[in-house]
């Protein structure tokens, strides 16, 4: 997995995992590699990141670490300017989690030409996220379509946290026939419930407290799952409602009980499992969260 002499089961040297910038370097480092486990990232690790590595060591040879700040991905008035950006320390974390390789290209090496042919992420796409942030998926999904035919990865592990964007990929695998597994890794929580998210850092202490009101509403809305979908919904808005008027204040984006199959509304009548989902500002960082919920079936007595 290196241009030095080979040690290991994946032929990486001792000295951390190899950094290559280009597709031919990328080749080169994945000769031989065996079953190769990729995790897609837009760097600023952290501990959710490693568990996805964690997961994916588990199950590779050869673990890839791919860290990309996607522009297609990103609006013209979102922030990809400012998200965080850190190889050294990507690198480092990298080889604390026994990478083999991290691709870490320039948008110019993944985008030579303006990208004039792009994976359609369809009305999935366009609900929730994709409706705060039009165009958002099918930047994301042209990028990891790319990443994938790159990398060639046996499979690629996801966040639960981006709960829309993995049940994207699952679609874009199983719609377009791609060789990939897809593994999904739960989502990883701060003792006091905050979701990890590169986007974190931005957050003040205050703002940070405040945050929590997004995983506490998550709760109360698992808590009302037996009471079903209307009272998750009406359990969650009630604490997004009084965070609203925290200092600082959780603006909220939304806050919706979807199907996981389509993320469209889940009806007052749905049964079964549900994605409860929220985005909300604090401060100028924008947040999102998740959880499933099973919203089992009315006893009829
Ligand atoms: O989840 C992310 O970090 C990104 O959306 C991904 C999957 C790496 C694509 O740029």
């Known amino acids: 997995m290196t241009e030095t002499a080979p040690s290991g089961p994946s032929g990486r040297t001792a000295g951390g995992p190899v950094v290559v910038r280009t597709p031919a370097e990328l080749r080169r480092a994945l000769a031989g590699a065996g079953r190769v486990g990729l995790v897609p990232t837009m760097g600023a690790l952290h501990g959710g990141h490693r568990s996805l590595m964690r997961l994916a060591r588990e199950q590779a040879d050869s673990v890839v670490v791919s860290v990309f700040v996607n522009p297609l991905q990103f609006g013209p008035n979102e922030d990809l300017d ?32 303006p990208q004039m042919v792009t994976v359609d992420a369809g009305a999935m796409g366009e609900r929730l ?18 990443l994938f035919n790159l990398v060639r990865p046996d499979f690629a592990v996801f966040g639960a946290k981006d709960a829309q964007q993995i049940a994207l990929v699952r679609r874009l695998v199983a719609d377009l026939n791609l060789p990939v597994e897809i593994v999904g890794a739960p989502t990883l929580r ?10 974190n850092v931005f ?3 205050a703002q940070r407290t405040s945050a929590l009101a997004l995983s506490r509403a998550l709760r109360a809305g698992a808590e009302a799952a037996p009471a079903g979908a209307e009272a998750v919904r009406e359990a969650a808005r009630a604490v997004l409602d009084e965070a609203a008027g925290a200092t600082p204040p959780v603006e909220l984006d939304y806050l919706a009980l979807v199907d996981p199959a389509t993320f469209a509304d889940a009806p007052a009548d749905h049964r079964g499992e549900a994605v409860l989902a929220v985005a909300a500002r604090v401060g100028t960082t924008r947040l999102i969260d998740n959880v499933s919920v099973t919203l089992a079936e009315r006893d009829p007595r």
Not at 86 to 106: I, Q, Y
Not at 190 to 199: I, K, M
Request: glycine content about 10%.
């Open 190 to 199: 701060d003792p006091d419930g905050l979701a990890s998210s590169s986007r």
């Open 82 to 113: 400012r998200y965080p950006r850190d190889l050294p320390g990507d690198t480092a974390l990298c080889g604390e989690e026994d990478v083999d390789v991290v691709f870490a290209p320039e948008a110019a090496t993944m985008y030579p030409l």
């Open 203 to 205: 957050l003040d202490t």
């Open 129 to 146: 996220e994709g409706a705060s942030r039009p165009g958002h998926f099918t930047g994301v999904l042209t990028v990891v379509t790319k």
